[in-house]
């Protein structure tokens, strides 16, 4: 895709991001609510839907393979907070006046609270170590687990098990208050340096028009110390922030890496759902490469390349990390689906929940932190259409680039691609989504049909210009 993407022009132009954070330790959504202290995560099911702004869905609702059941996905981190306490609809802390920013196409419910006017997010997810057998079904607990485990149970968890998982991984994940000029809410995030480099998402630290700079940033930590934070970068088009606390000798997560990941391993997500900080679940990884489309009020869309999960993610656990049965972490929460939802409400997990891969995550982290708060991202420079229920699989090209990626390795308009690399390619979202997997400058192998007659060819992806 060529310049204008996600940031204006076509929604569906291919950016992959780079960068990422270097593993610091041993390895390497946010939920708004509309004034009244409900949620607007999401919007009436009508297509799939990833993340959308506080009951605002993206122009372009295009699910991950072309469909169009209904579903409702948005942001499960931010969450806005209410005077008169919890909000059915929306995990986290209360909230008062708050609305949600992401969702799927099919309706994502936004994972972070938000206190007052419009905030949105998935939620934090930190993973703890499951083993096999443990993560067939999904469950959670609170910080802190079964409320008759003492330390001396915790010391002797089995190895492997969720339980030392959980002990292990939660002093590194956070929770995260932010007040902007508009609004206040709360998502989740994961200590990245030992020197308070912490990870979240963009939509967690935004403002309601998704563009917003936070005036004051509020982390939490597991042994119940605060810290104030500062804004390093943020990035709407991957969902990525980076905020700094000025404290030493932090308990940095072991990041892993999401390559080599399987459907059905086991997983676990940590972190501030409703604002119950701590929180545990666990469960399997449901698909990999979901295209997850995510909009917000400012109508910035992207979309995200994203691990699918039942592990029960709600608004307040944006930012959060999702981790293998090692406890390496594999992707941060950020969106999640749900039935139903309307402009108004913001419905709870159905065990739909999406993260963006941890080697992506990383690589947009480590831009943002090293390149003065900006990142990259990858681009095809070409322009997709929206699929129909009855269109052949595949991305259908509406615009190539003059003297772009696409153009010259041959690449003409009206050309549908089929696969990239050995991935295939079943619509626009999953063509953009499976070229933000990628940097500038990496080389891809695109399958396209031109003519009547499949074709292949090799493209140098070039970086994406936004506005």
Same mark, same amino acid.
Do not use: C
């Given at each position: 895709?060529?310049?204008?993407?996600?940031?204006?022009?076509?929604?569906?132009?291919?950016?992959?991001?780079?960068?990422?954070?270097?593993a610091?330790?041993?390895?390497?959504?946010?939920?708004?609510q509309?004034?009244?202290?409900?949620?607007?995560?999401?919007a009436?099911?009508?297509?799939?839907?990833?993340?959308?702004?506080?009951?605002?869905?993206?122009?372009?609702?295009?699910?991950?393979?072309?469909?169009?059941?209904?579903?409702?996905?948005?942001?499960?981190g931010?969450?806005?907070? $209410?005077?008169?306490?919890?909000?059915?609809?929306?995990?986290?802390?209360?909230?008062? $006046?708050?609305?949600?920013r992401?969702?799927?196409?099919a309706? +994502?419910?936004?994972g972070?609270?938000?206190i007052?006017l419009?905030?949105?997010?998935?939620?934090?997810?930190?993973?703890?170590?499951v083993?096999?057998?443990?993560?067939?079904?999904?469950?959670?607990?609170?910080?802190?687990?079964?409320p008759?485990?003492?330390?001396?149970?915790?010391?002797?968890?089995?190895?492997?098990?969720?339980?030392?998982?959980?002990?292990?991984?939660?002093? $590194?994940?956070?929770?995260?208050d932010?007040?902007?000029?508009?609004?206040?809410g709360?998502g $989740?995030?994961?200590?990245?340096?030992?020197?308070?480099?912490?990870?979240?998402?963009?939509?967690?630290?935004?403002?309601?028009?998704?563009?917003?700079?936070?005036?004051?940033?509020?982390? =939490?930590?597991?042994?119940?110390?605060?810290?104030?934070?500062?804004?390093?970068?943020?990035d709407?088009?991957?969902?990525?922030?980076?905020?700094?606390?000025?404290?030493?000798?932090?308990?940095?997560?072991n &990041?892993g890496?999401?390559?080599?990941l399987?459907?059905?391993?086991?997983?676990?997500?940590?972190?501030?759902? +409703?604002?119950?900080?701590?929180?545990?679940?666990?469960?399997?990884?449901?698909?990999? =490469?979901?295209?997850?489309?995510?909009?917000?009020?400012?109508?910035?869309?992207?979309?995200?390349?994203?691990?699918?999960?039942?592990?029960?993610?709600?608004?307040?656990?944006?930012?959060?990390?999702? &981790?293998?049965?090692?406890?390496? +972490?594999?992707?941060?929460?950020?969106a999640?689906a749900? +039935?139903g939802?309307?402009?108004?409400?913001?419905?709870?997990?159905?065990?739909?929940?999406?993260?963006?891969?941890?080697d992506?995550?990383?690589?947009?982290?480590?831009?943002?932190?090293?390149?003065?708060?900006?990142?990259?991202?990858?681009?095809?420079?070409?322009?997709?259409?929206?699929n129909?229920?009855?269109?052949?699989?595949?991305?259908?090209?509406?615009?190539?680039?003059?003297?772009g990626p696409a153009?010259?390795?041959?690449?003409?308009? =009206?050309?549908?691609?089929t696969?990239?690399?050995?991935?295939?390619?079943?619509?626009?979202?999953?063509?953009?989504?499976?070229?933000?997997?990628?940097?500038p400058?990496?080389? &891809?192998?695109?399958?396209?049909?031109?003519?009547?007659?499949?074709?292949?060819?090799?493209?140098?992806?070039?970086?994406?210009t936004?506005?």
């Amino acid at each position: 895709m060529t310049g204008g993407g996600p940031h204006g022009g076509n929604p569906y132009e291919n950016d992959p991001q780079t960068g990422g954070f270097p593993a610091y330790g041993s390895g390497h959504g946010d939920s708004q609510q509309s004034p009244g202290g409900q949620q607007g995560y999401g919007a009436p099911p009508t297509q799939q839907y990833y993340g959308p702004p506080a009951g605002q869905q993206p122009n372009q609702a295009w699910g991950a393979s072309g469909s169009t059941t209904p579903t409702d996905h948005s942001f499960s981190g931010f969450q806005p907070e $209410s005077p008169t306490g919890f909000d059915s609809s929306d995990p986290g802390r209360s909230t008062s $006046s708050k609305k949600s920013r992401g969702g799927l196409i099919a309706a +994502l419910v936004g994972g972070a609270l938000v206190i007052g006017l419009v905030a949105g997010g998935i939620g934090g997810v930190v993973g703890a170590k499951v083993s096999d057998d443990d993560s067939t079904s999904s469950s959670s607990a609170p910080l802190g687990g079964d409320p008759n485990t003492n330390s001396q149970n915790v010391a002797a968890a089995p190895a492997g098990s969720v339980q030392e998982v959980a002990a292990k991984t939660l002093p $590194s994940v956070v929770s995260i208050d932010v007040v902007s000029e508009t609004e206040a809410g709360e998502g $989740s995030g994961v200590i990245l340096s030992d020197d308070g480099y912490i990870m979240t998402n963009n939509h967690v630290v935004a403002g309601s028009s998704g563009s917003g700079r936070p005036s004051a940033i509020q982390v =939490n930590f597991q042994d119940g110390t605060r810290a104030s934070a500062k804004l390093i970068g943020a990035d709407s088009i991957s969902d990525i922030a980076v905020i700094k606390v000025e404290k030493n000798n932090l308990p940095p997560i072991n &990041v892993g890496t999401s390559k080599n990941l399987a459907v059905g391993q086991s997983v676990i997500a940590i972190g501030a759902p +409703l604002g119950l900080q701590g929180t545990v679940t666990t469960g399997i990884i449901s698909a990999l =490469n979901r295209p997850v489309s995510t909009s917000r009020d400012g109508g910035t869309t992207s979309v995200i390349d994203a691990i699918q999960t039942d592990a029960a993610i709600n608004p307040g656990n944006s930012g959060g990390a999702l &981790v293998n049965a090692r406890g390496a +972490l594999i992707g941060i929460n950020t969106a999640i689906a749900s +039935l139903g939802a309307s402009e108004q409400q913001q419905s709870g997990s159905i065990g739909l929940g999406f993260a963006i891969p941890i080697d992506q995550a990383v690589r947009v982290a480590n831009e943002l932190r090293n390149n003065g708060g900006k990142a990259t991202h990858a681009s095809l420079g070409v322009s997709v259409r929206p699929n129909s229920p009855a269109s052949t699989p595949g991305a259908v090209i509406s615009d190539v680039t003059a003297g772009g990626p696409a153009a010259q390795a041959g690449i003409a308009k =009206n050309a549908i691609v089929t696969k990239l690399d050995d991935r295939n390619i079943a619509s626009g979202d999953a063509l953009v989504a499976a070229v933000r997997s990628h940097a500038p400058g990496e080389k &891809v192998t695109v399958t396209y049909v031109a003519d009547g007659q499949t074709r292949t060819a090799s493209v140098t992806l070039g970086t994406l210009t936004t506005n």
